[in-house]
């Protein structure tokens, strides 16, 4: 089984930053892509950041130039850098990747991460 573990959250006031891991585990052939979303109280899951093969990166407009999405595939980890946080980034951060087991025959799929709560004080 393929499993993804976010850390790195916590309570920071405006306009510091943080770095969340996404690290994933089990019997792992390749991470196709990986993804963070965020989920505030009362709101809906909603796309940060995205990263696919080839480095391609994708953003939110509320993230763009103080977001920064990575990974390192030999580690099998992601990461989302945050600066100048805001307190309107305050949210549950959830780990998303599409991964390509190294069982036979098995087919790439998504995983969730079970989230990691970000804090953002004024």
């Known amino acids: 089984q393929v499993q993804l573990r976010e850390s790195g959250g916590g309570l920071v006031q405006a306009g510091g930053s943080l770095r969340l891991s996404c690290a994933a585990s089990g019997i792992i052939r390749s991470i196709n892509s990986m993804a963070w979303y965020r989920q505030a109280p009362g709101k809906q899951r909603e796309l940060v950041a995205s990263i696919i093969s080839g480095g391609i990166t994708n953003y939110a407009d509320s993230v763009k130039g103080r977001f920064t999405i990575s990974r390192d595939n030999n580690k099998y980890t992601g990461y989302l850098q945050m600066n100048s946080l805001k307190p309107e980034d305050t949210a549950v951060y959830y780990c998303?990747?599409?991964?390509?087991?190294?069982?036979?025959?098995?087919?790439?799929?998504?995983?969730w991460g079970q989230g990691t709560q970000v804090t953002v004080s004024s």
């Open positions: 998303n990747a599409v991964i390509q087991s190294a069982a036979v025959g098995a087919r790439a799929r998504d995983y």
